[in-house]
């Protein structure tokens, strides 16, 4: 691939190949080695992140949500919030930027392999996530059975809307999704907090590692039900991505008690991190 492409502190250039809406102002990118090789080289993994960076404007570091199964593109679900979202929006498809990375510690799939596995995702914690769903049904032999719970909190924001409804035409994941509050009445499924979900599902706890993404608040109460069902405490991981800037550890701006999400995580275990009030 080069060496501009393995050195993961030196930014490369990529090419945007497809441009996809989301809710809101979000939008998922599909990006491809400008030379036309494949991802395989760059070496990411479930729950990494990127550093995308635009000439003149700066850069921004951004979850993948794209598994490494799938090394022909790399995607990331960016939100409009700011000088290089904006920038990031304004292009299209051919449009050239870079990307340096992949860093951070990502989902721990080998530990994961062969057990039971209960992904749980609060709105826009599904981006991050979706790289470990996505890996995990590439290799479904390798894992037993999949639960995936998530809540959002009304019927216009659900992310990946489609790619999740083409899930309940699949036997090999079972799949419960809710809204907070649905005031036109038309959501056909639960209306209620995700942990709402939990008594709609059958849960081996002792063979299922359950893995949390979406915001702090959310982590809170799946926590409380998750331990209240007696899962233990090392059987259950989650994705704490806090105001990452640098990417290297540097900044300090992700720094949770004596960790840094950027380098130290974004996944952790979550024996990891019960001791750091700020962290949940």
Known sequence: MGDSCTNKYEPFPVVISRTLPQIGEHRLFQLKIEDGRSWEEFGHQPGQFVEVSIFGKGEAPISISSPPTRPDYLEICVRKTGKITDALFEMGKGSRLHIRGPYGRGFPVDELKGHKLLLVAGGLGLAPLRSLLLYVLDRREEFKDLILMYGTNNPDNVLFKYELLSFFDRDDIKYYYSVDRDQEGIWK????????????????????????????????????????????????????????????????????????????????????????????
């Open 189 to 280: 499924q639960y209306v209620g907090l995700v942990t709402g979900l939990f008594d709609h599902a059958t849960l081996s706890v002792e063979d299922t590692k359950a893995v949390l993404c979406g915001p702090p608040i959310m982590y809170r109460f799946v926590m409380e039900k998750l331990l209240k069902l007696g899962f233990p405490k090392d059987n259950i991981y989650m994705s704490l991505e806090r105001m990452m800037k640098c990417g290297v550890g540097k900044c300090g701006h992700c720094a949770i008690g004596e960790k840094y999400c950027c380098i130290d995580g974004p996944v952790f275990n979550y024996t990891e991190v019960e001791h750091i009030k700020e962290a949940i």
